[in-house]
């Protein structure tokens, strides 16, 4: 199944927060690695390292630097859910990725009414973000997986 990680936020006693391009947010304990996987005892003697977590390029992974990495399926299957106000929502760029769409068929979408705006869709800014919710309502289940 395909994953991408949007975003990685360290929270204290070693868990990660992280956000999934799917609209899902899931937390990951760290401290079970301590013991099983060596290089990860650094980062209990280190918490500012543990700290400077970042996500990989492409969105497969997380780092803390270039020996130390997780990817996006161990995070997925060992993470706990966690609701939050932003479960289902996407950016347009990862829902077209995800439906095989053109982004301009989204925005379209929005000006013809097929996605409405302020129930399915809104715009923050400059980015368009869209409920997973709509996305298979207007489209069908997505081609990648979710």
Not at 12 to 39: A, H, M, N
Not at 108 to 116: D, E, N, S
């Amino acid at each position: 199944m395909f994953h991408k990680i949007k975003n990685v936020a360290p929270l204290p006693e070693y868990r990660l927060s992280v956000q999934f391009s799917e609209g899902i947010t899931k937390i990951y304990d760290v401290k079970p690695l301590f013991e099983k996987t060596p290089s990860f005892a650094k980062l209990k003697e280190n918490c500012a390292e543990f700290n400077c977590v970042s996500v990989d390029v492409g969105g497969y992974g997380i780092v803390w630097d270039d020996d130390l990495d997780l990817s996006c399926d161990e995070l997925w299957e060992n993470g706990e859910q966690v609701d939050t106000p932003f479960d289902g929502l996407m950016a347009f760029s990862d829902a077209t990725e995800l439906w095989g769409l053109n982004e301009s068929t989204l925005r379209k979408a929005v000006t013809y009414g097929k996605l409405v705006n302020g129930v399915d869709v809104c715009k923050f800014g400059k980015q368009w973000v869209v409920s997973v919710e709509a996305m298979k309502r207007e489209y069908g289940n997505a081609h990648k997986g979710i």
